[in-house]
T-cell receptor, first 114, second 107 residues
Framework: EAQVTQNPRYLITVTGKKLTVTCSQN?????MSWYRQDPGLGLRQIYY???????DKGDVPEGYKVSRKEKRNFPLILESPSPNQTSLYFC?????????????FGPGTRLTVT | RKEVEQDPGPFNVPEGATVAFNCTYS??????FFWYRQDCRKEPKLLMS???SGNEDGRFTAQLNRASQYISLLIRDSKLSDSATYLC????????FGDGTTLTVKP
């Protein structure tokens, strides 16, 4: 089954404790992206990747890191989480170019930072 | 001003009603347009692409007006199962999403 998977689905953590949210897709998509969704602010892009070893900042990259060592995986790293990073996070992927193709979203990760 | 703006909603309609959502965008270089559906606390899923000539998929019709820079989604004969949040996505090199419009269809 074609899908985007994310783990964990729910996470409660404390300020400053490094965490990684994994994302994997099995559709051989070149493009992968991370979004956060907050009430009243919609979906905002954090980082994106056009292919292996090619990543770039989205609209709200501060406090996040990513890597793309393999085509299928695109982990999101929070080196020192803060309460303002409490949000619902979605990973998405698509064929290249992303502005011509449908994006497939993972099920979401609900993160709470206390 | 946001790059993509949607009707604020929420829309509360009875079963069988016709409802329309609009989405305006500011970047005239936008290339492609989509409507996504998002159920509560779940991931967005593609509902339909929006083509220049307009397109229909069953009870759903999407239209694009490049001159006025907006897209629309029309839902005819609303069902209870149509209750969700509808997000528009406007692409110009990257995807920019609207905040979404919430639709509740009531018996």
């Amino acid at each position: 089954e074609a899908q985007v998977t994310q783990n964990p689905r729910y996470l409660i953590t404390v300020t400053g404790k490094k965490l990684t949210v994994t994302c994997s897709q099995n559709m051989n998509h070149e493009y992968m992206s991370w979004y956060r969704q907050d009430p009243g602010l919609g979906l905002r892009q954090i980082y994106y990747s056009m292919n292996v070893e090619v990543t770039d900042k989205g609209d709200v990259p501060e406090g996040y890191k990513v890597s793309r060592k393999e085509k299928r995986n695109f982990p999101l790293i929070l080196e020192s989480p803060s309460p303002n990073q409490t949000s619902l996070y979605f990973c998405a992927s698509s064929f290249w170019p992303p502005d011509r193709n449908e994006q497939y979203f993972g099920p979401g990760t609900r993160l709470t930072v206390t | 001003r946001k790059e993509v703006e949607q009707d604020p909603g929420p829309f509360n309609v009875p079963e069988g009603a016709t409802v329309a959502f609009n989405c305006t965008y500011s970047n005239s270089a936008s290339q492609s347009f989509f409507w996504y559906r998002q159920d509560c606390r779940k991931e967005p899923k593609l509902l339909m692409s929006v083509y220049s000539s307009g397109n229909e998929d069953g009870r759903f019709t999407a239209q694009l007006n490049r001159a006025s820079q907006y897209i629309s989604l029309l839902i005819r004969d609303s069902k209870l199962s149509d209750s969700a949040t509808y997000l528009c996505a406007v692409n110009a090199g990257k995807s920019t999403f609207g905040d979404g419009t919430t639709l509740t269809v009531k018996p």
